[in-house]
């Protein structure tokens, strides 16, 4: 039986799913099912760089698949709306999307903002988008990659994205104590 790992509360979570998967979901069930996790934090409801992120990460779920890693969109949006934006920008949507309509999970994962307080008020003026990756395997959950994003555009791409799960996977070193080297 596998022993279930939950999260330090700076990385713990759990919100409405409108996606694939249970409703609600928690990282701490998406730590019992996979080795890494793709936080993709959008902007708003109605960016459309948002969309072409998510519709390109979709064609490349089989490969996330394969590497064991959960990819998360979380939407700062209530389930509704959430639901609407899944139905908008892809059919066959692969994911979990997560609907994070008090922005608390932003927050806690620091999603960077701009202009201030009127960029508080509006997340089409002032969120912007920010990645992060988890390695979740062993007894602690680490924070292996973060990209913050400078403007609207700014995003890694499937291909980083993939690139840095794999980095993490190959960079293991065994120990020699443990096993025969």
């Known amino acids: 039986m596998s022993q279930q ?4 509360e700076a990385f713990d ?3 409405p799913n409108v996606g694939v998967g249970p409703d609600p979901l928690s990282l701490s069930a998406v730590i019992g099912a996979s080795d890494f996790a793709v936080l993709l934090f959008l902007r708003d409801y109605h960016c459309p760089k948002c969309k072409a992120q998510v519709g390109e990460i979709s064609e490349h779920a089989r490969q996330f698949n394969e590497m064991k890693t959960a990819v998360l969109p979380i939407l700062p949006e209530p389930r509704d709306k959430a639901a609407r934006w899944r ?3 892809v059919s066959e949507f692969p994911f979990p ?3 994070d309509a008090e922005k608390t999970v ?3 994962y620091d999603q960077p903002t701009r202009y201030g307080p009127v960029g508080q008020l509006s997340d089409l003026l002032g969120r912007l988008p920010q990645s992060v990756v988890l390695d979740t395997r062993g007894d602690d959950v680490d924070m292996v990659f973060e990209h913050a994003g400078d403007s609207i555009d700014d ?3 499937p291909t980083e994205l993939i690139d840095t799960v794999e980095d993490v996977q190959e960079s293991f070193v065994f120990d ?3 096993v025969e080297c």
Not at 5 to 8: E, F, G, H, L, Y
């Open 176 to 178: 020699c104590s443990l």
């Open 155 to 157: 995003r890694p791409t």
């Open 5 to 8: 790992i939950v999260p330090d």
């Open 87 to 89: 139905e908008k920008v």
């Open 97 to 99: 999307l997560l609907a």
């Open 106 to 108: 932003a927050e806690q």
């Open 13 to 15: 979570f759990e919100l």
